[in-house]
């Protein structure tokens, strides 16, 4: 069974329902605005920080075993593997989504044939094309990002992970913050790249290096006072990102801020040195991890119904705002048993039907 970090699934958790309401806003109200967690875009940049760091101890577990499969294969198979995870889950929340806005009929056929760039994860590099599943941008970044930061790092090692990393995220990253005041226009263009793509790459990157500290903080023999106090450090940088970023509305420009006390979070999290890291480790953090992709890809289900079925509309834009949020958790539990419980069917004879097997 894989081994997971509690207090990560955690705040896996919680930060996919902060990205949850943040999306209130694309819930209609007339021609009113409303900035109501307009900044918890932020989650999506601890994804990538721990997204980088489970890349970079895989890259490490490959090398330790002294793996000598050639780069362009491992690099497939990597980034296979983690499509594997999220895509019944897009699959899922596409169809429903296409369903939603047919019914609806307010797209015209362009913006249909257009959505289909969500299937092929290329939002990231075409970040004006139609988006059925708001979400995919994110997925399409990560792996772009990973495509290019993987065999870098299997290639280069800690020469990458300790030197080149923290420097082109010091020097890239301010760049953009200065340039584009936040890095949280994700379609906005650098004049390389979407925004999206490149915060993916300094992020992912970013975490290459956080397991490096990650890893020599696991090393140091600290005493259970200084256990607790990293415990609580870890807690409350985390919170405070999250509450930060839950309450106000003008915070976007102290992004790399947030950054760092998230990477500082993350190294600590998984250095193994907090008291209940144990007790963390439990069923129920674990379950509340796997629920955050069904619940990210599920946002714009929830949108979709309750801006498009009249009979919510009776309801103040609050009250459909939580309605939303109540039917893309429903629906984020039912396909998350619905996946795990097809990953688990025997699919041997349907195999055969494409693939011959090999005789013995």
Known sequence: MKKRNGMISLWKFMFSLLILVHHFFWVKDGNAEHSLFICGAIGVD???LVSG?????????????????????????????????????????????LAIQLSAGRWGKMG????????????????????????????SAMMFAMMIVYPTLKKLGKNFSCIIA????????????????????WSAWTGIMCMGLAKAILEVSLGCFVYECSKYLSKIRFTRFARILLGVLQTGLFAFVFLVNAIYTQVRPLDWMFIIMLAIGVAIA???QIPWQEWSNNKVFAYLE???????????????????????????????????AGIVIVFAIIELWAVEYLRKRDYSKLKRLFIKQEKT
């Open 270 to 272: 998984f250095s193994d």
């Open 290 to 324: 796997r629920l955050s992709t069904p619940i990210y890809l599920g946002n714009f289900i929830g949108i979709g119904i309750v801006n498009n079925v009249a009979w919510f509309q009776r309801f103040p834009w609050l009250e459909r705002c939580i309605i939303m």
């Open 53 to 97: 760091y489970l890349l970079a101890k895989k890259v490490a577990s490959e090398n330790l075993r002294g793996d000598t499969t050639p780069l362009y294969k491992s690099t497939w198979k990597f980034l296979i593997g983690k499509v594997k995870v999220f895509y019944p889950y897009l699959l899922i929340s596409f169809a429903v989504c």
């Open 46 to 48: 601890f994804f990538f």
């Open 166 to 185: 923290p420097c082109l995220v010091a020097i890239a990253g301010g760049t953009l913050i200065y340039t584009q005041s936040s890095l949280r226009a």
């Open 112 to 139: 249909y044939l257009d959505s289909v760039s969500d299937l092929f994860l290329i939002q990231a590099i075409t970040p004006k094309s139609q988006r059925m599943v708001g979400g995919t941008w994110y997925l």
